[in-house]
């Protein structure tokens, strides 16, 4: 590869990470929801990422898939009400405040509003 051709490259190189820094800078401060691969979803205002791709959340709560057992109360309480149709359950939910969520585990991320 010639010399002019390397250095067209890191110029491009260059540029796309200056797209991709800004393109994350539009998230600081705003509410995101960043769902991980257990199930979890963490709910956070991002203060800031790194290079692994580690999300740094203030102000931060955690939701959970309720139990089996939950579940299975909020099916008998239904029932016992004499109600017909689907049970809602809603997730479980925890202020946690400042988390780290580890960028190998995030499966979707989404802006608030």
Do not use: W
């Amino acid at each position: 590869m010639s010399t002019a051709a390397l250095v067209a490259l890191s110029k491009a190189s260059e540029r796309a990470a200056e797209d991709a820094e800004s393109y994350l800078n539009t998230f600081l401060n705003k509410t995101l929801h960043i769902h991980i691969t257990d199930g979890r979803m963490f709910v956070g205002q991002m203060k800031c990422t790194d290079n692994e791709r580690n999300i740094i959340l203030a102000m931060t709560h955690e939701y959970r898939q309720p139990s089996k057992a939950d579940v299975q109360l909020a099916a008998d309480r239904h029932e016992r009400a004499g109600r017909s149709g689907n049970v809602k359950v809603d997730m479980k939910k925890r202020f946690v405040g400042l988390v780290v969520v580890p960028g190998q585990y995030v499966t979707k991320m989404e802006v608030e509003g």
